[in-house]
Each structure stands twice: as structure tokens, then as C-alpha cells.
């Protein structure tokens, strides 16, 4: 069990989430949102070996740096999601709430990991990107991500959180986008409000840093690392503009 003060408060770190996570003190951390890689690009191993720039397109016409860890298969990806779940599970609050995105394809794993780490799954939110996605003819619009979200132990009514949506309908606007799979900060700033008011959100997987960047502007304190230097570098140049 690891008791340290925390010392990594609104830091971000560089480097893999579970050396990292590992750094962290025991119930430390009052709520985990974050966006892993998914693995759910391509349908045969050479495709998934593919650059992630090319399995998840962009409309913009905007060239984004590679993302590391998308090129697991279904059961390495579920082993994988439980080792850095359990480690969260230890360093996040007794009743603190855990918020994970998760495409369609990858929601009977996601939900599976969480339980396995320890979690109690409470139910699915929906990102609905509008209708300007990925229009196919003679098929339902691929209009949809998910917030797959539970919660360590009991999550007491009481927290100073008020009800949030179930639903939430937010475009990708270009100016807004710093990663290949980025989601909007407008939309993060609504989702990190299920943490209490002052507390500590935990982003393992910070990417361009949308997360940690909400957090800021929300009024909470944050920690979070990301693997890749080209990330690090853009989500380390949007913190210090907030």
C-alpha cells in the first residue's frame, strides 16, 4: 500500500500509465476520466498494426501526430484494461466515480474490465456527435461514442453533484481538435463535473489534454500522464494557456 502525500498535483506526466500509476498514494484521487486507446480499429492484425492516423480518418484535413497502445486484440486489450484499472481502483476514493469512452465495438470489453478491476458498473452515456459523421448510404450513421461509468464502491448521493446528462449532443469543431481521436473540451467540461467540487480528476491517457484542460477550467485539480512526447508536448502547451 503506498501512503505518500500526493506530490503530482496538477502535473502531467510523461510516460506508460501503469509506472505511473504505480507512483501514485492509496485513495488519493476522487474521480478517474479518461479516454483510453481503444483497439478497435481494423478488423485483421495488419490493419490493427496499421498507423492509427489512417484507421480513424479525419474530415478536417489536418495531419495529427501517431497515438501509441490501439493495436491489441480483444482479449490482450481486456487483460490489459484490468491491469490499469486495478491500479486505479486503488488510488482513486472509496465511492469515487470512474468514467471511461469506449466505441460500440469495444463496450462488452470495456464494461468486463471494469468489473474485473473491482468496479461497480452503473450504466452508459452517450457522446452524439451530430450529424456530421460519417454519413453511409443505406446504413444507420456511425453518430455515436460512449461513456461507459461506475463507481468504486457505494456512491453516495451527497457529493455537492447535481444530475447530469444521460445524453450529450456536442459537434467536433476543427479549431477545437488536437488529436486524431480527440473529443471536445466543451463536452469534457461537462463530464468532469461528476467529480465533487475541489477534488482530484485522474486522466491516465491524457492525450491532447482536453481532460486535464476542463479540469482546470471547472475549478478542479488534476493529475495525468500520456505516453506519447508529441502528445506530452501539445496537451503541456494547452495547460499553460489555461
Not at 473540451?185 to 463535473?193: D, G, H, N, Y
Amino acid at each position: 500500500m503506498k501512503q505518500s502525500s500526493m506530490t503530482t498535483l496538477n502535473t502531467l506526466h510523461l510516460g506508460d500509465c501503469l509506472t505511473f500509476l504505480q507512483t501514485l498514494p492509496d485513495a488519493s484521487v476522487d474521480a478517474l476520466i479518461t479516454d483510453p486507446p481503444y483497439s478497435s480499429g481494423g478488423l485483421h492484425l495488419s490493419a490493427r498494426q496499421g498507423k492509427t492516423t489512417a484507421k480513424y480518418l479525419n474530415s478536417n484535413g489536418r495531419t495529427y501526430p501517431e497515438f501509441l497502445g490501439d493495436n491489441r486484440d480483444q482479449r490482450s486489450h481486456l487483460h490489459w484494461s484490468i491491469l490499469w484499472l486495478s491500479e486505479c481502483f486503488r488510488v482513486l476514493k472509496p465511492g469515487a466515480p470512474v468514467c471511461l469512452f469506449s466505441d460500440w465495438r469495444q463496450i462488452p470489453t470495456t464494461t468486463d474490465a471494469l468489473q474485473g478491476a473491482g468496479f461497480m458498473w452503473r450504466g452508459i452515456a452517450v457522446w452524439d456527435k451530430t450529424e456530421g459523421v460519417r454519413p453511409v448510404i443505406g446504413r444507420f450513421r456511425q453518430q455515436a461514442e460512449y461513456l461507459v461509468w461506475g463507481s468504486k464502491g457505494d456512491m453516495p448521493q451527497d457529493r455537492g453533484v447535481g444530475v447530469l446528462p444521460g445524453v450529450y449532443r456536442c459537434s467536433v469543431k476543427a479549431a477545437d481538435k488536437f488529436h486524431v481521436t480527440g473529443k471536445p473540451t466543451e463536452l469534457m467540461r461537462s463530464l468532469v463535473k461528476i467529480c465533487p467540487p475541489g477534488g482530484v480528476v485522474l486522466d491516465p491517457f491524457a492525450g491532447s489534454g482536453t481532460t486535464l484542460v476542463a479540469a482546470e477550467r471547472e475549478g478542479y485539480q488534476w493529475v495525468g500522464c500520456e505516453m506519447s512526447q508529441d502528445y506530452h508536448r501539445v496537451a503541456s502547451e494547452r495547460l499553460a494557456q489555461v
